[in-house]
């Protein structure tokens, strides 16, 4: 049983911006973040020395039809669990610890105003 559906909101550009800034070891296959979490030599894995790569799916013009197929497919299924109530919208920008803090309280108030 879904108690709760969680839909959080970032605006396009800020999630092409994230996820275009994934870098991939293709020897060792460590996963490193150009702002988030850098390798210690721009460009260069810290375990194995080979150069980082992009991955097909991190560029921008794919993330974009990415996204576009999400909401064609998604829609209405949080269309559907919004009848129900059962979705918050949370604010997804953000550093990770703030946007865990709203979706804790979001979740919480939720669950709050479903109690007996």
Not at 38 to 64: H, M, T, W, Y
Request: charged residues 35%.
């Amino acid at each position: 049983m879904i108690d709760v559906v969680i839909n959080l909101r970032v605006s396009e550009d800020v999630i092409i911006k994230r996820l275009s800034a994934r870098r991939v070891c293709p020897m060792c296959n460590p996963i490193y973040h150009l702002i988030n979490m850098s390798p210690k030599v721009n460009g260069i894995c810290d375990i194995c020395g080979a150069a980082l790569i992009q991955r097909e799916d991190d560029k921008p013009d794919v993330i974009k039809r990415r996204l576009r197929v999400y909401e064609e497919e998604s829609s209405s299924i949080l269309e559907y669990y919004r009848g129900k109530e059962l979705v918050v919208d949370v604010d997804g920008n953000g550093a990770v610890d703030e946007v865990s803090a709203r979706m804790k309280k979001a979740v919480e108030g939720l669950k709050a105003l479903k109690r007996p």
